[in-house]
């Protein structure tokens, strides 16, 4: 049988590799002129780079499981890296423990909270009790109020575009205990990896497996529709002409389902388009030096506006990169955001000049690409009990199935997380399918 899967990202790829390995024909519909969607690439020259920064860490057990299974262990590397601090116009290492106990902003005894509330999460194994606590609330209960205020508070402020008064603690818990599982040995250092090519190195050799066994993978072919007869899926909808199939599965987010979906009504459907999502503002630049010496700095600083400077090239060999220097400076933004709709050239200027000021040694003229890159649905927001109204694997319309972001929670949307759960929605899939 004919499975539809529609949008081509990395869970879109995944999940059509995962159900043509199972035996199932898939043909996978995406409507811009590449897979990979988020984890997608932009050439710079004679080399193409990742338009937003990817990381694999050494506790992906998954990614890298996947990895080996497609023959591309040969290409993953690891190194150890670093992280950092940027609070009130200094940078203060944080990859050590030794680092952690020295944090100048912090008294000791703040310190002292601020390593009791990193071992409260990582004890911690009932999240669902955290989904009824705001996480300021719980963070300051663990590490105090000074704590709150210098660090999570203006971190929190730039992630969620000034407003998390209705976050969970859950949020901070797996942030926490993701953090944790990559940490090594009695220093606690980082260790970070990448596949030499970027996350389109796997997308690729997905791609390839799933037109080997028989699938296809159609790009520039947006679906209009989800064909319906007698309440069941029977095809799908592309320029007007109507392609049969026994099964779509939609890994859009949950507002763009409903247009496929025209004259289906009921509470799950309101229920789609009632989520919100947080957007990007991206600016990557290509260097031709290094600009620190840390994968990612996270800024308490209010004053700057963007989320942290990524630098990749940190633990991605620049050999691999074309010889570049990579940085990324993420904007995290709501839906009504400004910044989404201001032109390249006022988010460079805005971007690079709060650039200068925390780097007075950078140097603009080592610049020798700069990209804006824009995404209006990055990650999906979960207030408190959020959880409650994840949109189900299959809604109450035969052969229609939804695999999306909101179903990971309360894992964090990465490469790991997002390929698991594929792997799980094409079995459990593939047992609705046969039975």
């Known amino acids: ?38 984890a997608g690439t932009i050439r710079l020259g004679d080399v193409e780079v990742d338009r937003f920064y990817h990381i694999i860490l050494s ?49 000791p005894l703040d310190r002292l909270r601020l390593g009791l509330t990193i071992l409260a999460a990582y004890l911690h194994r009932d999240w669902r009790h955290l989904e009824e606590i705001d996480v300021e609330r719980w ?100 320029d007007g002409a109507a392609e049969p199939c026994a099964a779509a599965v939609l890994t859009l987010h949950p507002p763009l389902v409903p247009r ?69 400076l993420p904007k995290y933004v709501t839906g009504d955001s400004p910044w989404l709709t201001a032109s390249d050239g006022e988010i460079l200027e805005a971007w690079l000049g709060h650039l200068q000021r925390m780097f007075p040694s950078f140097q603009p003229e080592g610049i020798r690409h700069a990209r804006v890159h824009r995404e209006r649905y990055v990650e999906p927001l979960f207030p408190r009990g959020a959880w409650r109204r994840i949109p189900p694997l299959a809604p109450p319309i035969p052969g229609l199935f939804l695999v999306n972001l909101t179903q990971i929670y309360p894992a964090l949307t990465n490469g790991e997380s997002l390929t698991r759960h594929a792997r799980q929605a094409a079995v459990a899939i593939g047992k609705r399918l046969e039975a």
């Not at 590799?17 to 024909?25: D, I, K, T, V, W």
């Open 260 to 328: 496929l979906l025209p004259g289906v009504e009921g509470p799950w459907v309101e229920d789609l388009r009632s989520w919100r999502y947080l957007g990007i503002v991206c600016v990557l630049l290509a260097l031709d030096r290094p600009l620190t010496d840390y994968w990612t700095i996270y800024i308490a600083d209010e004053s700057v506006p963007f989320t942290g400077v990524i630098e990749t090239t940190r633990y991605i060999d620049p050999a691999d990169v074309g010889g570049y220097h990579l940085v990324y």
């Open 139 to 238: 963070l300051v209960r663990w590490g105090g109020r000074r704590a709150f205020q210098h660090l999570w508070r203006p971190m929190l402020r730039a992630k969620f575009d000034g407003c998390f008064e209705e976050l969970p603690a859950t949020y901070i818990w797996a942030r926490l205990i993701r953090t944790r599982s990559t940490r090594r040995g009695a220093t606690q250092q980082e260790q970070a990896g990448y596949l030499v090519g970027g996350h389109m190195t796997l997308i690729r050799a997905m791609a390839q497996a799933i037109t080997r066994a028989g699938g296809e993978i159609r790009l520039r072919t947006p679906v209009q529709e989800v064909i319906l007869e007698e309440g069941r899926v029977v095809g799908v909808r592309v």
């Open 59 to 107: 506790s992906d057990t998954h990614m890298q499981a996947l990895a080996y299974e497609l023959g591309l262990a040969g290409r993953l590397r690891f190194r150890a890296t670093g992280s950092a601090f940027f609070h009130q116009g200094r940078l203060y290492p944080m990859t050590t423990v030794r680092d952690f106990l020295t944090f100048p902003p912090l008294r």
């Open 1 to 38: 049988m004919t499975i539809a899967v529609i949008g081509g990202g990395l869970m879109g790829v995944s999940l059509s590799y995962f159900l043509s390995q199972a035996g199932h024909r898939v043909v996978l519909y995406e409507a811009s002129d590449q897979i990979g969607g988020l």
